[in-house]
T-cell receptor, first 117, second 114 residues
């Protein structure tokens, strides 16, 4: 099976712009989670989607949003970019057969490195 | 915010030696997972240990979990230069509020010298 894929791999944006990142989960995986990784804050949970519904959200401002499509592919959007949004954005998918959340192994994509100038 | 701490923050050893990393966490968990990350790339899942398990092995990896102390350790035996990476523990909580959420430690940077 193909792994989790993320596009684009690298992005450079300027302050005030918006950005959309895409994640394709492993085939058959129904849950997609997003994380932000920075040197200062480490890995932090953004949100999780399952069956096109956001079930969980981390402590991030409303500028960060996401969605999931019927084929489980997910996108996250960051509006009005700030310098502090520069980070590696990782998505992870899990099987979530029973609809459970935190019990499954998560498989991560290679990440999208976002640089905000 | 991070769930807990990893110790040590950095570890430097010679090939063939064993490497031990420790992780502490704060709240009740459903399971604890260990991941490896090479130089700012994606995370690779190593092993998952459930809250009712005390020890688990996978190849050269041995993980222990002590829920009474809220701590876990990862042992890599006979280290190789290719094991050089950052290692993270991540906890998965119980219940609906934990859907899809892993809470990560700060990580341990392991350097294995040939």
């Amino acid at each position: 099976k193909a792994g989790v894929t993320q596009t684009p791999r690298y992005l450079i944006k300027t302050r005030g712009q918006q950005v959309t990142l895409s994640c394709s989960p492993i085939s058959g995986h129904r849950s997609v989670s997003w994380y932000q990784q920075t040197p200062g804050q480490g890995l932090q949970f953004l949100f999780e989607y399952f069956s096109e519904t956001q079930r969980n959200k981390g402590n991030f401002p409303g500028r960060f949003s996401g969605r999931q499509f019927s084929n489980s592919r997910s996108e996250m959007n960051v509006s009005t970019l700030e310098l502090g949004d520069s980070a590696l954005y990782l998505c992870a998918s899990s099987l979530a057969l029973s609809g459970g959340g935190g019990t499954d192994t998560q498989y991560f994509g290679p990440g999208t490195r976002l640089t905000v100038l | 915010s991070q769930q807990g701490e990893e110790d040590p923050q950095a570890l430097s050893i010679q090939e063939g030696e064993n490497a031990t990393m420790n992780c502490s966490y704060k709240t009740s968990i459903n399971n604890l997972q260990w991941y490896r990350q090479n130089s700012g790339r994606g995370l690779v899942h190593l092993i998952l240990i459930r809250s009712n398990e005390r020890e688990k092995h996978s190849g050269r990896l041995r993980v222990t979990l002590d829920t009474s102390k809220k701590s876990s350790s990862l042992l890599i035996t006979a280290s190789r230069a290719a094991d050089t990476a950052s290692y993270f523990c991540a906890t998965a909580g119980a219940g609906g509020t934990s859907y899809g959420k892993l809470t990560f430690g700060q990580g341990t940077i392991l350097t294995v010298h040939p």
